[in-house]
Nanobody, 127 residues
Framework: QVQLVESGGGSVQAGGSLRLSCTGSRLTTANHCMGWFRQAPGKEREGVAAIARDGPITYVDSVKGRFTISKDNDKNTLYLQMDSLKPEDTAMYYC?????????????????????WGQGTQVTVSS
């Protein structure tokens, strides 16, 4: 069982930056497809960014050019660099992963594609 733990959330002013990290027990990022999701109060959880096992990346349109997803297979850690933050980025951010034995280059932004989830880290952006 893979247990994911996010860190790096916090409170920043609009225009600021944060870097989220995700790691966990029994996580081997080299074998996993991974993603970041977020859920704002009163809204459904949405996919923010995803990275396939072999490297392809995708983002939801609202964060393109501002967020960068990456992973360090030596450290078994997933990152989300968030720059030019906006108040509408305020949400609980979740890390997700799934072992990718096939379709290793397919990026996944659907919750249904993921098996393992972290507990979330809060990001609050004030105007």
């Amino acid at each position: 069982q893979v247990q994911l733990v996010e860190s790096g959330g916090g409170s920043v002013q609009a225009g600021g930056s944060l870097r989220l990290s995700c790691t966990g027990s029994r996580l081997t990022t080299a074998n996993h497809c991974m993603g970041w999701f977020r859920q704002a109060p009163g809204k459904e959880r949405e996919g923010v960014a995803a990275i396939a096992r072999d490297g392809p990346i995708t983002y939801v349109d609202s964060v393109k050019g501002r967020f960068t997803i990456s992973k360090d297979n030596d450290k078994n850690t997933l990152y989300l660099q968030m720059d030019s933050l906006k108040p509408e980025d305020t949400a609980m951010y979740y890390c997700a992963s799934t072992r990718c034995l096939t379709d290793r280059s397919r990026v996944r932004l659907s919750e249904n594609d993921y098996t393992y989830w972290g507990q979330g880290t809060q990001v609050t952006v004030s105007s």
